[in-house]
């Protein structure tokens, strides 16, 4: 339907230019529902997009309208429950009502370049944060042999160090560095094809392609790679067909002289259930432990991510952050973020008292609450009812607020993650971390998902 191409062609665009990660959370299932009296209507899965769409990413979208031939006075986004389903195509397309004055006609309609039909599908270069570069990753003793290893990976890739596995703690860098190493590679050669995946997902795509026959081409996409970027490798514990799937993958792509970095969170020999063969081949490179970064270091951090928000801060405010806070550097960046997010709702400066009763606050609040305390304050702040937060339902305005649920209860609660599973009713406790790490990554970003962590926590510690 030529509507819906409209649409595809700007999502075509949209997606080589934000990171996957973004692509995929904000416009996944979005679609063009209408354009009447000039007035264009974006279905949106939630208030979350809905929120998002307008206040970031409004213009882009306007341009790669007018791009298309299409100038709409007003675009709205309005909220589509269908959307929420996952399945952006369903009855609702007949609705579809698309006012032809406003488009051009079809002597001058819009050229969709090969790339927007299949940019859905996979591209290379897919799943890369633009935001993890060698630029912003501080050097420090702890992590300055697996930066020196990816960069010399970096400058020639499939020559050295193949595979590179890298193996440390949560929230130290893994995925930074990797991920930097793949937007190098592409900055020099805007044509090599780097892929970066979770195991996760890889998994997940084995199991798709094997059980729906669904992307048929599955081994001939990763096999086909340069640089092959694949994190997490703990979660191919016990996937023993994945696990044969890769085996064959790492082969191809070793023979051809193809760059392979892994990240893990502990080293091959203790990844259960790992196949010996795997486990041998995971040696024939260079294996690295990363460990955490001494205090200069986190201090140097914590100066580095204020200053990509334009903040300076006092010294003593870095210091008591980097003192506080000594083994994730995600949660260094969570307490700086929740400082910043402090501060700038009081129109406040950052000083040495605020940031220690912050962090102090954190510390001794979590004897008051229970876990269902804090689940029940996330039900009201969304709106979405405790026995939806609880349920199997995957709705993404249920999904995102489970998601902060399991993130608080970790965050406020230290509740293990197996619990924090349970608490939500939720049988793996893989969910649990995933989620966790989710929220974490989005609060590095997503100033909207600060407001309402602090929004939440406010009423919480009230
Ligand atoms: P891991 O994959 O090891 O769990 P990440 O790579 O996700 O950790 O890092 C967590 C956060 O900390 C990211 O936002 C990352 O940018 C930041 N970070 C970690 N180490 C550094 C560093 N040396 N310099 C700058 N940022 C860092
Ligand atoms: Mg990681």
Redesign the pocket.
């Known amino acids: 339907m030529q509507d819906d191409r409209l649409w595809q062609a700007v999502l075509g665009e949209i997606e080589l230019s934000i990171s996957r990660g973004n692509f995929v959370t904000w416009f996944k299932n979005t679609r063009l529902l209408k354009l009447k009296d000039n007035v264009l209507t974006i279905g949106v899965p939630n208030v979350f997009v809905k929120q998002q769409l307008e206040r970031k990413y409004n213009d882009i979208i306007k341009e790669l309208l007018a791009k298309n031939h299409v100038t709409p006075d007003a675009i709205e986004y309005k909220i589509h429950t269908d959307l929420s389903k996952g399945n952006g195509r369903s009855e609702a397309e007949e609705t579809i009502e698309l006012n032809p004055s406003t488009m051009q006609t079809s002597s001058s309609t819009p050229q969709y370049h090969q790339a927007t039909t299949n940019s859905l599908s996979h591209s290379y270069r897919q799943g890369l944060n633009v ?2 570069t060698f630029d ?5 003793s702890g ?1 300055e042999l697996a930066h020196a290893a990816c960069q010399a990976i970096a400058a020639n890739p499939g020559t050295k160090y193949n595979p590179l596995f890298i193996y ?10 990797i991920q930097a190493v793949g937007n190098a590679v592409i900055a020099a050669n805007p044509g090599a094809r780097v892929i970066y995946i979770s195991t996760e997902q890889f998994v997940q795509e084995f199991i798709d392609a094997v059980r729906y026959k669904k992307n048929t081409d599955f081994a001939g996409y990763y096999r086909n790679a340069d640089v092959l970027i694949i ?1 997490d490798m703990q979660f191919i514990a016990g996937k023993d067909k994945t696990q044969e799937e890769f085996f064959h993958t790492f082969n191809a792509l070793h023979q051809a002289n193809k760059q392979i970095i892994i ?1 893990s969170d502990k080293p091959p020999k203790d990844i259960p259930t790992l196949e010996e063969r795997l486990r041998s081949r995971f040696a024939w490179g260079m294996s690295i432990d ?1 460990q955490n ?1 001494d205090f200069e ?1 986190r201090c140097a ?1 914590v100066q ?2 204020a200053g990509d928000k334009g903040i300076t801060l006092p010294p003593d405010v870095v210091d008591y952050l980097a003192n506080h806070i000594q083994t994730n ?2 949660e ?2 969570g307490a700086l973020n929740q400082l910043i997010a402090f501060c700038e709702m009081r129109g406040l400066e950052p000083d040495a008292a605020i940031v220690s009763s912050l962090l102090s606050a954190n510390k001794s609040r979590p004897k008051h609450l229970s876990a269902r305390q804090v689940i029940e304050r996330i039900s009201k702040h969304f709106q979405v009812p405790m026995d939806d937060l609880l349920g199997p339902k995957r709705d993404k305005d249920i999904v995102v607020p489970r998601q902060v649920a399991m993130y608080m209860l970790r965050s406020e609660l230290h509740l293990s993650f197996p619990k924090i599973a349970r608490e939500l009713g939720r049988k793996d406790h893989t969910t649990a971390i995933h989620s966790v790490e989710k929220i974490e ?1 989005e609060l ?1 970003f997503d100033a909207i998902m600060r407001q309402h962590i602090s929004e939440i926590k406010e009423r919480l510690y009230a």
Not at 136 to 140: K, L, S, Y
Not at 168 to 177: A, F, Q
């Open positions: 935001r993890y912003n990753f501080i050097v420090g992590n440390g703690g949560v929230g130290i860098g893994k995925t930074h560095l994190d990240s990363m970064p270091t951090i580095s991510k550097i995600r260094l960046e990554q590095t």
